[in-house]
């Protein structure tokens, strides 16, 4: 009984894999992100493929599984560091069926499958998120944070609250696809570009 | 807020009905359905508060190292193995991270997220959050590897952990006397189980301190544990305490004359640590925020959990510590039918408001204005692999209010509004595991201007043809859509909210030969063909909070 999520036709691009990217999002370096089908980029997210490895060749720096929202203006950042005198970004894996809700920024390493991120959350660099956990609304998670598999973090710095139920896979997984299926152009609208 | 619909464990309460909604009883009670098992053999809901928790494994929620149960004890529950070396910040409880000194600039100016055993001794552990550093508790090292080691000495030279390590010394002989008071006895209640060192410190207590009573977990008094405790009770001989916790000499903490004095030159409450900071210590610690100490990580465990009653295993976690797969899984949301509910005036008042741009758009709370009758949805998802068919009723009865309650009050009680349900039984169809993947099918329930539309079959027939809205709404996949109606008499205040009882009849596959031992949700239609079973539960909806309109209560319309 949920509501369809409209968008005004035109405002996002599908992709052969289903991939819906809001044209108003900033996708930089391309060529540099892998996006896994049915996957949204909402409107003013910014994602840092440009921000690659130093070094000749092709080279993946942010990946997304399938059925993953990039919600309203997030910010997805590789991660850095300075190694033994050298500075380098670092890839950032993200998983199947992972939620990342508004204006939240994401600098983590890996992220699992099943997983909810909160609005408006800071996830340090290098952060590890395991399978089916979730990170609150507001919280922040220092640099180099791990969340093991199902927990539940929340606060400032974000601290394990509680575990996530045993069906969180289950409920996860019905949550991405229902919102993928709920997203769609509003029939009532002319298409933007019309306008 | 949207309306919410939960599920009722009847664990907490001595007969089958729940309290009713208004009570505070009543939130402990309903759970959300994923938030629920069920046992096939009890046939019963189980819940969170009422299943018997097991440990099947313990690991670092840091290194994710798996800590064998064996070196658990022998490490007192705390991550030590790890080559990682976890430590929590005494200050904010974020993870330690091993530095050298003059850690080298990245940029930020933090010292860099991974450590290389490069850098110059002495290395010491660092937050990268509120950049507390254990060089100013005066503790470093020479190495950045085995800290915990290091550590550990200093842990257990403090006078009360010696003081412990003497206690269970002492206790020893009598524990391994005493029989094993684990895996006794099925079919009784899971409070039986009592820790043998809970036992022998109760049992000491009861001794030492008049009027103190052992401590006796009901039921558990009653047989077996009662007759031994007594005979075991005068075998525990004197402790004599080497060390007067509280009084352990100049260190503060112990509410000697130096804490006062501490407190006395306090200049900022920050000089103070937290009660959180002090809160997880097993002894006292000083209450000097300049004085605390890196905090070694608690292990976190995987569990499994069985029935109460049967014990037969509800969840069985799969040994690897990240896994998120289940050996056993008996969850009630495969078994019961999933409703959620909606409000199709606050959905449409929802449509509206994001379709003018606002796509973030949330429910607002409290959209219903007394003294108007407002439509409501429930939607039924059948998990079975056969069609249900459901039945629903209001749990109408009144809370006995209390006795020397006004006359007034009594009135208030009485409920604000009436709830109408169909009548009728409704069926669902089976669930199919293709739908699951049918992305393109249109899930978006209904139109509100299209009710007697596809299969709804008994939308309304007795109101009159005035409304038509109770009834079955939309059928599809395996989704049953009824309306029913809540009308909100003018004088109502508070929520909407009550107890609806769900009956669903199904097709059994066996013969239950448990049934006669007394099952009284479920019963069975013996002379049909195939044989027909039915599941009954009880849910709590909750509408929302009614709205008045006016405070002198002259609105008009
Ligand atoms: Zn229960
Ligand atoms: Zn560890
Ligand atoms: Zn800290
Ligand atoms: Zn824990
Ligand atoms: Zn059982």
Redesign the interface.
């Known amino acids: 009984?949920?509501?369809?999520?409209?968008?005004v036709r035109g405002e996002y691009i599908e992709t052969d894999t289903g991939n819906k990217v809001s044209r108003k999002a900033t996708i930089a370096g391309p060529q540099n992100i892998i996006l896994g089908g049915?996957t949204v980029i909402a409107n003013g997210a910014i994602i840092r493929g440009d921000l690659r490895r130093t070094g000749a060749g092709h080279a993946v720096v942010i990946s997304l599984g399938r059925y993953c929202l990039v919600g309203?203006g997030c910010i997805m950042r590789p991660p850095y560091?300075?190694?033994?005198?050298n500075?380098n970004y670092y890839p950032m894996k993200v998983g199947d069926h992972v939620h990342i809700g508004?204006n939240t920024v994401v600098e983590a390493a890996q992220i699992g499958n099943?997983v909810e991120i909160g609005k408006n959350c800071v996830i340090g660099?290098?952060t590890i998120i395991?399978?089916?956990a979730k990170i609150a609304d507001n919280t922040?998670i220092?640099?180099?944070?791990?969340i093991?598999?199902?927990?539940l973090f929340a606060g400032s710095?974000g601290?394990?609250v509680e575990?996530m139920?045993?069906?969180?896979?289950?409920?996860v997984e019905a949550m991405t696809?229902?919102y993928?299926?709920?997203f769609q152009p509003?029939p009532?609208?002319p298409p933007a570009n019309t306008r | 807020m949207s309306p919410t619909l939960e599920y009722y464990c009847p664990c907490q309460s001595s007969t089958p009905h729940p309290p009713q909604p208004n009570l505070p009883s009543s939130s402990y009670s309903f759970h959300a359905l994923?938030?629920l098992y069920f046992c096939e053999e009890c046939d019963a809901i189980r819940c969170n508060h009422c299943v018997m928790v097991e440990v099947s494994g313990y690991?670092c929620?840091?290194?994710?190292f798996e800590v064998p149960s064996a070196s658990v004890r022998a490490e007192k529950n705390r991550c030590r193995s790890c080559a990682r070396n976890c430590f929590m910040c005494p200050c904010?409880?974020?993870?330690l991270?091993v530095v050298p000194s003059d850690p080298?600039d990245?940029?930020d100016g933090?010292p860099?997220?991974?450590i290389?055993a490069?850098g110059e001794p002495p290395f010491f552990l660092y937050c990268?959050?509120?950049r507390w550093d254990s060089a100013e508790v005066g503790i470093t090292f020479e190495k950045p590897t085995g800290l915990a080691a290091q550590l550990q000495k200093f842990e257990d030279s403090a006078p009360e952990a010696l003081e412990f390590e003497r206690l269970k010394e002492h206790f020893e002989p009598y524990l391994r006397a005493s029989p094993s008071t684990s895996g006794h006895g099925l079919g009784h209640s899971h409070s039986t189980h009592i820790n043998p060192i809970t036992a022998a410190a109760s049992s000491a207590l009861a001794r030492d301190i008049p009027g103190v009573a052992r401590y006796t977990p009901h039921i558990s008094a009653r047989s077996r544990s009662g007759r031994d405790k007594n005979s075991n009770r005068h075998e525990v001989p004197d402790y004599r305490a080497r060390v007067e916790i509280g009084s352990t000499g100049l260190n503060l903490g112990g509410g000697a004359e130096s804490d006062v004095d501490f407190v006395r030159h306090l200049e900022t409450v920050e000089e103070m640590a937290t009660l959180e900071q002090r809160w997880g210590n097993s002894w006292i610690i000083s209450p000097r925020a300049s004085d605390l100490k890196p905090v070694r990580i608690p292990l976190?465990s995987k569990?499994s959990k069985r029935c109460p009653s049967c014990r037969h295993i509800l969840?069985k976690?799969e040994q690897k510590?990240?896994?998120?797969r289940?050996k056993i899984?008996l969850?009630a949301?495969n078994y019961l039918p999933a409703i959620?509910i909606?409000l199709p005036h606050m959905?449409a008042a929802?449509?509206m408001l994001?379709?003018s741009g606002r796509?973030?758009a949330e429910p607002q709370d409290g959209t219903m204005l007394a003294g108007k009758t407002y439509p409501f949805?429930l939607?039924f998802t059948n998990p079975l692999y056969d069609p249900i068919q459901v039945r629903l009723h209001v749990q109408r009865a009144l809370p006995p209010t209390s006795p020397n309650a006004p006359p007034d009050a009594e009135k208030a009680r009485r409920p604000p509004f009436a709830v109408t349900l169909p009548s009728a039984a409704f069926p669902i169809a089976a669930f199919a595991e293709a739908w699951e993947y049918d992305?393109?099918?249109d899930?978006?329930?209904?139109d509100d201007d299209d009710f007697d539309g596809r299969g709804g079959g008994g939308a309304g027939r007795d109101a009159r043809g005035k409304s038509r809205t109770v009834g079955v709404l939309e059928r599809r996949a395996n989704v049953t859509?009824v309306g029913g109606e809540v009308m909100i008499s003018k004088e109502a205040r508070g929520d909407v909210k009550f107890n609806m009882l769900v009956s669903y009849t199904y097709r059994s596959d066996d013969p239950d030969p448990a049934d006669e031992l007394g099952t009284p949700s479920r019963t069975q239609a013996q002379n049909r063909q195939p044989e027909m079973k039915t599941f009954s539960f009880y849910t709590v909806v909750d509408l929302g909070t009614i709205i008045v309109r006016d405070a002198s209560g002259n609105d008009t319309e």
């Open positions: 009984m949920d509501l369809p999520i409209y968008y049915k309203e560091k300075t190694y033994r005198g500075f508004a099943h660099k290098f395991k399978d089916c922040v220092p640099p180099n944070t791990v093991p598999a199902l927990s710095p601290q394990f575990d139920p045993e069906s969180t896979q289950e409920m696809k229902g993928y299926t709920r509003d009532s609208l | 994923h938030n690991y929620p840091n290194c994710l904010c409880s974020n993870t991270t080298p990245d940029g933090r860099p997220p991974i290389s490069t990268n959050h509120c976190h569990k969840i976690p510590a990240q896994s998120v289940y899984k969850v949301a959620s909606s959905q929802l449509a994001r379709r796509a973030g949805h939607s992305d393109d099918e899930m978006f329930g209904i859509v």
